[in-house]
């Protein structure tokens, strides 16, 4: 099943089960995700879907880390309470095994040797970690120039 349709439904079930705060998460993620499929021309498939709900991660533990910082803990939860329910479609993280794996094949495939050639490896490498999974784009980067002998 698709991701977008998944959402749908569970935002359908909410929405039968009278959860106000759920029913109101997953419309605006849904309207994110179609805004960004709009805007983009692209078709809202599950990697369109990820990236959609990755942001919307990011932006929610921002706006903890501002509201923490202000000395607001209720908004601070309300946004504990969002992310949670946004969280739970997020696909999971790769293992650090499996991505070190994966980063050596592609730099084998492409013929890299030094941090010069990062920009040759980084392209393939996020795009076929993508499909394995969620990864955080930072610690791809500094395993890709660990490899390549940067550091």
Known sequence: MALIDRLTGDLRAAQRSGDADRVRVLRTLISQIKYEAKESGASTDDALVVRVIQRDIRRRDE????YVKGGRPAQADAERAERAIISAYQPDDIDGDAMEAIAREVIDEVGATTRRDMGKVMRPLMARLREQG??????VNALVGKLLGGG
């Open 134 to 139: 969620t990864v955080d784009g930072r610690a």
């Open 63 to 66: 706006a903890i880390q501002l």
